[in-house]
């Protein structure tokens, strides 16, 4: 499926075979949006702020009871140590100005302290003083302190001696406005604090010791208003970090993507019309919930996506979102795999939080063949995980919660392993996703080649591409398309037929080097051999099938290149490279032409170096054979009068071959393997010549082996000719 978030415009019909990628048209710019008086453009500060909002509140909502108990608490110990903290510097502000009134009112300027008086401590309150003692002067020395907080002593001139008071805040405020019509008002004299000469102020220092604990309520509460604010300070800074690094994680794990964040849309799906039907449905189903629901279909929402890896399930399940304009979360259902009673199971738990404060969603797991596995396992903590995603499967739907749709992706599907049935029941709906075929593999790839028109040589043939990509997904063509432009960047060329061969040959066989075999002169020729054996017997059946049409060979063997380039992928030294089949029925005679091509390479090295001197180099060739026969005899019932399966019976422990079936498999390898050798014995010559020219070249393509044959046997049939050999 060609599921990409390409904004471009999708191909709706398939290209020919030759693909000439056009120009794109030019882009007619949009109208800019027009927002109504209450909303803001993308991007704008409120949009910020709503996201962050939204992402705090789908963390709070996965927590456990215990954490947002204590975030609540927090929240509400920040304002209220604030308040506290305010409330005090304000009492002390307004103390400060009342000390400030009492110097505007007396209008006196200040003046050092008489130091010829004595000082006593003042009995009482100072207002009961001033009511009863003759005044002569009233000092008042200040000082501001922090936070606008003022302290204050007051000396009273009286009977030739300096009593001294330290008035409280209530006593402050009646002896500021008494001072505006009472007699000694005139007297008062202000003088700060940092004005008095040193032994005035080593007097206010004795006194400050007096009076350490009779300070005004204002003045003690000076390191409560200091410690209030910090610890506000503290908290807040404090909890602002903790939010910060939790929504960090939170962001790289469960967090909701918008339908706006989706590049692309259902309409840029190439071929595929079966898939888009599927999700039509879907779409429909969830529009029309209500007139669904008057026959009777009102379950959940529960859609379960299988198919191959790289065929699309995470595209269209984002393109579903975007489409039904609903928030996605994605999450990897191997996350749930954490070894731990209940971890997978309180994962599940966070996400349906979330999923239930969005109300409307899609919830798509990843990768979760494993929870489709049966269960009764060793593993609790997989029971576990399964348990709890039945139940939320089978209730997430109720009259108290909006429609949440559950999208589950595999990469297998029940034919290919056994699976739960009561999951499977789980799901309403299964879209059963699949390799693209020839004409939809042309289409994906012009489809790519598109995006990249300026670049392209015009007439492009995508016929070889095509066929070599049989069996391969979307994600493998555009990873092609994708290497052919970083070869053509780095060559500074067109993309062309030639680079997507090479591009292609480098993503489905790897990268390779001659280095590996080029001081391996036996070793080469050993590979040559074997490799000359699998296409001679592969060549021979084409020619006969083919009557002789060279042209028809050329278009209908499977074999590209054969190479002496060492592959560090599977640590050959050499390798052929094909196509891969479109036959999904295969004969009998099929299935031994398969067997024979598989035996040629070590059937050949017989040839050439007797027995002793095969390799193995044809393990895995044996492994296929072995196979390929096993399918044959014990699946198939071939070369037997029964027609049983007895493959069938793996499952329930009788995977062991049988002695017949041995026997049969044996006779026949060994009879399909006697008719190879003798084939390619007839054929040694043209093999010697053939390893020669590769051993030259290094590799060979199918139309150079080919025309090497020809010339071969026209050589031949002339050195026959003038030898009286043959007639003219």
């Known amino acids: 499926m060609a599921l990409t978030f390409d904004e471009s415009e999708s191909m709706k019909e398939l290209p020919d075979r030759s693909c000439t990628p056009q120009p794109e048209a030019a882009a007619v710019p949009d109208p800019s949006p027009a927002f109504s008086k209450g909303e803001r453009p993308p991007g704008s500060w409120w949009a910020a702020l709503c996201k962050a909002a939204s992402r705090l509140a789908d963390w709070f909502a996965i927590q456990s009871r215990g954490l ?14 604030g308040l506290y903290a305010l409330t005090l510097w304000q009492r002390q502000a307004e103390v400060a100005v009342e000390v400030a009134k009492m110097a505007a009112q007396s209008g006196a300027s200040s003046s050092p302290l008489d130091e010829r008086l004595p000082v006593v401590f003042g009995q009482g309150s100072l207002l009961g003083f001033l009511a009863q003692e003759p005044v002569d002067r009233i000092t008042v020395v200040y000082k501001p302190l922090l936070w606008n907080m003022s ?320 069996g391969r997904s979307p994600a493998d063509l555009e990873t092609i398309v994708n290497q052919a432009g970083i070869t053509a960047v780095q060559a500074g060329n067109m993309i062309g037929t030639d680079t997507l061969m090479q591009a292609a040959e480098r993503v489905l066989v790897g990268n390779v080097n001659t280095h590996t075999t080029q001081d391996r002169e036996h070793d080469r020729r050993v590979i040559a051999v074997h490799e000359w054996g699998h296409f001679l017997v592969d060549f021979e059946q084409e020619r006969a099938r083919c009557e002789g049409d060279w042209d028809r060979i050329l278009a209908e063997m499977k074999m590209i290149k054969i190479s002496l380039k060492a592959n560090p992928r599977n640590n050959a030294l050499g390798f052929v490279f ?30 050439f170096f007797g027995e002793e001197g095969t390799t193995n180099g044809a393990h895995n060739d044996i492994s296929r054979v072995t196979w390929l026969l096993h399918q044959a005899v014990a699946e198939l019932g071939m070369y037997r009068r029964t027609r049983l399966n007895f493959g069938a019976l793996a499952h329930d422990g009788g995977g062991q071959v049988d002695e017949e079936t041995r026997g049969i498999m044996e006779a026949q390898s060994e009879r399909l393997y006697d008719e190879t050798r003798e084939q390619l014995a007839r054929l040694k010559p043209l093999t010697e010549h053939l390893v020669g020219r590769l051993m030259a070249v290094g590799e060979m393509d199918l139309r150079e082996a080919l025309s090497e044959i020809r010339r071969f046997e026209q050589a031949c049939r002339g050195f026959d000719q003038r030898m009286g050999l043959l007639s003219a």
């Open 151 to 470: 302290e204050r002593f007051v000396l009273v001139s009286s009977g030739g001696k300096r009593h001294a008071f330290y008035p409280s805040d209530m006593e402050t405020q009646i002896f500021t406005e008494r001072a505006v019509t009472a007699d000694w008002g005139a007297k008062l004299v202000f003088v700060p604090r940092s004005e008095l000469p040193a032994a005035s102020l080593a007097l206010i220092e004795r006194l400050d010791q007096r009076f350490a604990n009779a300070r005004p309520q204002s003045e003690k509460d000076a390191w409560k208003a200091g410690v209030s604010g910090l610890l506000s300070g503290a908290l807040t800074l404090g909890l602002i970090g903790f939010l910060f690094f939790q929504l960090r994680g939170q962001h790289k794990s469960l967090r909701f993507i918008e339908p706006a964040q989706v590049h692309g849309d259902l309409d840029d799906l190439v071929g595929m019309d079966d898939i888009k039907a599927e999700v039509a449905q879907i779409h429909d189903q969830y529009q029309r919930r209500a007139a669904y629901a008057e026959y009777g279909i009102d379950k959940p929402f529960n859609v379960m996506f299988s198919g191959p890896a790289g065929t699309g399930k995470t595209k269209l399940a984002s393109y579903l979102a975007k489409t039904l304009n609903l928030p996605i979360l994605f999450h990897s259902a191997v996350n749930l795999e954490t070894g731990y009673v209940g971890g997978g199971a309180g994962t599940l738990s966070r996400i349906v939080a979330m999923a239930q404060r969005r109300k409307r969603c899609i919830v798509f797991l990843d990768e979760a063949q494993d929870l489709f596995m049966k269960r009764g396992g060793h593993r609790k903590f997989d029971d576990d995980t399964q348990n709890m995603l039945l139940a939320v499967l089978d209730g997430v739907r109720t009259r108290r919660e909006a429609e949440i749709i559950w999208i589950v992706a595999s990469n297998f599907n029940s034919e290919q392993m056994p699976m739960d049935e009561a999951m499977l029941r789980r799901f309403q709906m299964k879209v059963d996703f699949r390799l693209p075929n020839r004409t939809e593999r042309e289409a994906i790839i012009g489809h790519y080649l598109s995006r990249r028109a300026g670049k392209v040589l015009p007439g492009l043939d995508l016929r070889q591409v095509v066929e070599i990509t049989e």
């Open 68 to 81: 947002q108990g204590v975030l609540l608490a927090l929240a509400l110990a920040i304002p209220a140590s």
């Open 578 to 607: 094909h196509k891969q089949g479109t036959n999904l029925l295969r004969t009998k005679s099929d299935m031994e032409h398969d067997v024979r091509v598989l035996l040629g390479g070590m059937a050949n090295e017989e040839l």
